[in-house]
């Protein structure tokens, strides 16, 4: 199968994957939205699960990853609920991981692990996501997943070029199995964009304001009966259309809210929500010989600087005034 993306470019890729993208579970990320809530404010916020997956995926052969890790790749968002972190808001867990706890019994209650077992492929390997080191790596650190939403969600919304793209794509070199970038330049590019997209955006008024009513209309639902947790892995869309198909008074007034014209306002003196941020730092690894290894915060003020503002305003958090349009 001959798979072209908007970032990587065009890959033959194994049959065993081929199957896993026609499995259900795969395919119904087609329909959660990487940015969760806010495509219902805003719906140019409209990338995919799906498509981070397949972009993981081929990140992870590009950078001549096995199989194995590949396949890892694929499925590590599969167990993502409707509308993607959402429900950790829902539940209040601020690690923002229920899809981890859920992710073993979505495989395994699927046709994947027939399909892994028809190649031969340890399934076991594949829940061990810690082994996947271009997978997934611990902040600061780069990995496929944390370069691959940052690339893309920068490139679909807020004007990252392909040009910039594809010169910090060559840069990355795997030394020992890390991810590491060979220039300084291209770790403070990174830094710089990945703080646009987890700091400016990830915690920006229509953020805020999207998640804390969608979590208000879900918590409400589980409340009063309209869902249960199995309904969590519908879509989007058909997990709304139950919700709305439920016709109650309560909940209805909540999903118009959704849809009305307002005006957000960041304002700590007047304010109807806040909220902090999960904290998210980055410090990309350098190798400038090929060899060595370090942070690029010993090398670069200008990291240390972003680092700095990045933690003050993720424990600040923002505080959203919410003006009705009349």
């Keep these: 199968m ?28 087609k329909n959660i939205h990487q940015a969760g809530a806010a495509y219902l404010v805003d719906n140019r916020f409209n990338g995919t699960r799906f498509d981070h997956s397949i972009g993981v995926m081929l990140l992870i052969k590009k950078l ?19 509308f993607s972190h959402v429900i950790d808001f829902v539940f209040e867990i601020n690690e923002e991981n ?27 390997k594949i829940f061990d996501i810690e082994k996947w080191e271009l997978l997934e790596k611990e902040l600061p650190k780069l990995c496929a997943d ?3 939403y940052t690339l893309r969600d920068m490139y679909n919304y807020f004007g990252t070029s392909k040009n910039e793209i594809e010169k910090f794509l060559n840069s990355l070199v795997i030394v020992n199995g890390e991810i ?25 008024p229509i953020n805020i304001y999207s ?24 879509d989007d869309l058909q997990f ?43 410090d990309p ?9 370090q942070e690029s915060s010993l090398l670069s003020s200008n990291i240390r600087i972003m680092n700095h503002k990045a933690l003050e305003k993720s424990a600040k958090g923002t505080y959203v005034k919410i003006k009705r349009k009349k």
Excluded at 104 to 112: G, M, P, R, Y
Excluded at 181 to 204: C, G, Q, R
Excluded at 249 to 273: A, G, K, R
Aim: one cysteine or more; charged letters at 25%; aromatic letters at 6%.
């Design 240 to 282: 709304l259309k139950l919700i709305q198909d439920s016709k109650d008074p309560e909940v209805l007034e909540l999903i118009n809210l959704l849809h009305e014209e307002i005006e957000l306002i960041e304002s700590e003196q007047d304010f109807s929500i806040h909220r902090k941020g999960k904290k998210r730092i980055i």
């Design 2 to 29: 001959l798979l072209n993306d908007v970032l990587y470019g065009q890959f033959q890729i194994d049959d065993v994957l081929e199957e896993l993208i026609n499995t259900k579970p795969i395919q119904r990320l």
């Design 98 to 124: 229920y899809h981890e706890t859920i992710f073993e019994k979505v495989i395994l209650d699927s046709e994947i692990p027939s399909i892994l077992a028809k190649y031969q492929i340890d399934l076991n």
């Design 64 to 82: 001549g990853g096995s199989v194995e890790e590949q396949i890892a790749g694929l499925l590590h968002d599969v167990s993502h609920t409707a």
């Design 285 to 293: 690894s350098v190798s400038l010989d090929g060899l060595a290894v």
């Design 180 to 204: 590491c970038v060979n220039s300084i330049e291209m770790a403070e590019w990174f830094t710089e964009i990945y703080y646009k997209l987890v700091i400016d955006s990830f915690l920006s």
């Design 146 to 148: 944390r370069i691959d």
């Design 211 to 234: 998640y804390d009513l969608l979590a208000k209309i879900i918590k409400l639902s589980l409340q009063k009966g309209i869902i249960n947790l199995n309904d969590l892995l519908l």
